[in-house]
């Protein structure tokens, strides 16, 4: 979907089989963010495509194969919430591993037209589900195990993250504050789960000339725990986390929870 005014939960709710205006809403977050993603893949010229992305060993190429081989991917899991038989993500994760590859050698038309034609027949799939296939058990990839509806999320974040791994130009303050905010979320609820991140807190900080609410409350929370908080604007606080700029200029450290406050590389989160 390139749509310049993605539809609205209003205007989705004609076209899809569920009235939970919690699921429209995340349904029009989702094709938000896909417009976003394919207008970004819309300004790069041919040979563009096989310039480096931000992420170690990819080419542009590789980003724009593996965001439509996702939605392929989540797909196969709305059949699985739709008929109740299982259908994995993928075959294995060398299969995975093996389409991106695959994709990333395509001719640049031959990629505009999987990412294009992926995230269409995903929309397709979702038209298909009601309340209680949204509502059904699949499981990640990984393994674990989500609703149908989580996947709608999952999709966005691929799709905004992916923007910016693009390479292009976009960074984190061009993706909305309300993505922002809740991929700083799923970092932090990441990180909670293990032994080297756990100590770490994301603050961004607040409005105002010298942010002394956010700062006040950083330096209670490093002197009341052992954790490290780290502060800073939200976008920027946001490209760290999530390991799209190794960049720590904007950012504070406050406390010992974590490498003795050090300013390196976010831990790892996905």
Do not use: C, K
């Amino acid at each position: 979907m390139s749509d310049v005014h993605p539809p609205s939960a209003e205007r989705l709710a004609e076209h899809y089989r569920t009235a939970d205006p919690g699921i429209l809403e995340e349904l029009a977050g989702a094709h938000r963010a896909a417009s976003f993603f394919t207008a970004r893949v819309n300004e790069l010229r041919d040979s563009q495509l096989a310039g480096d992305s931000l992420l170690p060993g990819w080419t542009r190429a590789h980003v724009v194969a593996h965001v439509g081989y996702n939605a392929y991917a989540l797909a196969r899991l709305a059949t699985w919430a739709e008929t109740g038989v299982e259908t994995p993500m993928y075959a294995s994760a060398e299969a995975r591993d093996a389409e991106i590859e695959a994709g990333s050698a395509m001719e640049p038309g031959s990629l505009h037209f999987l990412n294009e034609d992926a995230q269409r027949q995903l929309e397709e799939h979702w038209q298909r589900l009601d309340d209680a296939a949204w509502n059904a058990s699949v499981r990640t990839r990984h393994g674990a195990e989500i609703t149908a509806r989580t996947t709608l999320w999952m999709r966005a974040r691929e799709l905004w993250l992916h923007a910016v791994d693009l390479n292009n130009g976009t960074g984190a303050g061009d993706l909305p504050e309300p993505v922002l905010e809740r991929l700083l979320a799923n970092v932090q609820a990441a990180w909670a789960d293990r032994e080297e991140s756990r100590a770490l807190r994301l603050l961004p900080a607040s409005a105002g000339p010298d942010g002394s609410a956010t700062r006040g409350a950083a330096d209670a929370f490093a002197a009341a725990s052992d954790v490290t908080v780290v502060t800073g604007p939200l976008p920027e606080l946001t490209a760290w986390a999530t390991g799209r700029s190794p960049s720590t200029q904007a950012l504070t450290f406050d406390g010992a929870g974590w490498n003795a406050g050090s300013a390196g590389p976010a831990p790892r989160w996905l």
